[in-house]
């Protein structure tokens, strides 16, 4: 595995692999590797020559209030973690090179910003954006893998592609959960031991929503209500939001119908988690993939 710092370095050896028809997997993060990115990385794998993995924490995405300098970091295990997935190329510029001198253009997102997390996060989603053009010109993946527990980022991202006509197909990898159905996360360490047992419910009720749309139902209220009532009564977790909407689109459904998502997120004393589950829904009555 090779470690680039240079955008320079690290383009000229993208256009030499693609003189030679090498497809790149590419997997963007800020470091900090979970057992989420390494899902992202064994796909990226088996499905293409190289692999590229980069690391930047991008201070673009993070808001005033934001914790951008706390943003936990470290490069030695990260790279350990990355040579042992068979990763290429670690990109890993500073923001230095990154940003050497103030944008003359700035991207702003003004879909799928507006709900979910994204509310309480202003500008948020402008810096993935803006942070991602320059990867996808740097790195020049032939695929791109995100999680899809950001379902929201996914959605952001869809947006770009397609906006952009970046000719880079996006892959959203499913959310790895533990045995009872928690969607692992960095962040479950900061669960109370009974929070932690009571967390299961969250997952419990996204497939009770899941079969109650099944069975027929389509009235977003009546499976809202549903899982706000199973967290309320199982869990000391306050609830953030519970949401049902178009997907990619994240616009408000009158009717579930056509691909959609269910989202949550809940406040435990020291942790918020989200988990989302995203359906295919026939106009047929239990039409559900
Ligand atoms: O999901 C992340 O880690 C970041 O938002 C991303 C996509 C790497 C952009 O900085």
Redesign the pocket.
Known sequence: MRVITTIKDMQTEIINLKAQSKSIGFV???GFLHEGHLTLLKRAREENDIVVL?I?V?PL?FGPTEDFSTYPRDFDRDQSLAECEGVDFLFYPSVEEMYPHSSSVRIIVQERTDVLCGKSRPGHFDG?AA??TKLFNIVLPTRAY?GKK?AQ?VAVIEGLITDFNFPIELIPVDIVREEDGLAKSSRNVNLLPNERRQAAVLFKSLAAAKETIEGGERNPRTIKNLISNMICSETNGEIDYVEIYSYPQLKTLENIDGTCIIAIAVKFSKVRLIDNIILEVGQEIGGVK
Do not use: E
């Open positions: 963007p993060t800020m980069s930047f991008n995405q993935v942070v991602l995100f950001d980022q």
